[in-house]
């Protein structure tokens, strides 16, 4: 069954902590992407890899971090230093620019 | 960079009445504007897109326009279903990554 797997669907922390969340593909995409969406906000784009081993941050970069050490995993850090962390988090794939993306089932954080 | 308003943010019909989601771009190099659907609690879905060259594409009751020119694009969806409801994004891209607009709650009522 081909598609993109974000886990854990529900997450808590703590303030203060650090937390990473899950993104594995298998759809052979060389692009991978992580998004926050907050009510009425839309999608906002945190971090994008085109390639393995490389990355590039989005428009709301601060406080987060990631890696992109194999082709089909890229997992996304919050840290401490991001001030609002409870949202929904989106991970993404495509098969280039201007295709369809294809996007996980989504990570819910809640900081408490 | 590019930004993409959309409106309305809440849109209320009857089923069977149409629907007509407006969006605007910034970036005249942009050349690629998907359509997503997320219904409550599930993953966004693409359901039209539309590239540059092209002005207008349908499918079934989906119906995407593009203005080049006035760098806005619109979706419309007829004969809308209860089925329907749900949140709506547009967004447009260039070399690179999706823009996305804000997003647009389209109820149905019965």
């Known amino acids: 069954d081909g598609g993109i797997t974000q886990s854990p669907k529900y997450l808590f922390r703590k303030e203060g902590q650090n937390v990473t969340l899950s993104c594995e593909q298998n759809?052979?995409?060389?692009?991978m992407y992580w998004y926050r969406q907050d009510p009425g906000q839309g999608l906002r784009l945190i971090y994008y890899?085109?390639?393995?081993?490389?990355?590039q941050k989005g428009d709301i970069a601060e406080g987060y971090s990631v890696s992109r050490e194999k082709k089909e995993s890229f997992p996304l850090t919050v840290t401490s230093a991001q001030k609002n962390p409870t949202a929904f988090y989106l991970c993404?794939?495509?098969?280039?620019?201007?295709?369809?993306?294809?996007f996980g089932q989504g990570t819910r954080l809640t900081v408490v | 960079g590019e930004n993409v308003e959309q409106h309305p943010s809440t849109l209320s019909v009857q089923e069977g009445d149409s629907a007509v989601i407006k969006c605007t771009y910034s970036?005249?190099?942009?050349?690629?504007f998907p359509w997503y659907k997320q219904e409550l609690g599930k993953r966004p879905q693409l359901i039209i897109d539309?590239?540059?060259?092209?002005g207008e594409k349908k499918d079934q009751r989906i119906a995407v326009t593009l203005n080049k020119t006035a760098k806005h694009f619109s979706l419309h969806i007829t004969e809308t279903q209860p089925e329907d409801s749900a949140v709506y994004f547009c967004?447009?891209?260039?070399?690179?990554?999706?823009?996305f607009g804000k997003g647009t709650m389209l109820l149905v009522s019965p």
């Open positions: 993404a794939s495509q098969n280039g620019a201007n295709t369809e993306a294809f």
């Open positions: 759809l052979n995409h060389d692009a």
């Open positions: 890899s085109q390639i393995v081993n490389d990355f």
């Open positions: 970036d005249s190099a942009s050349n690629y």
């Open positions: 539309i590239r540059s060259n092209v």
């Open positions: 967004a447009a891209s260039g070399y690179s990554t999706l823009t």
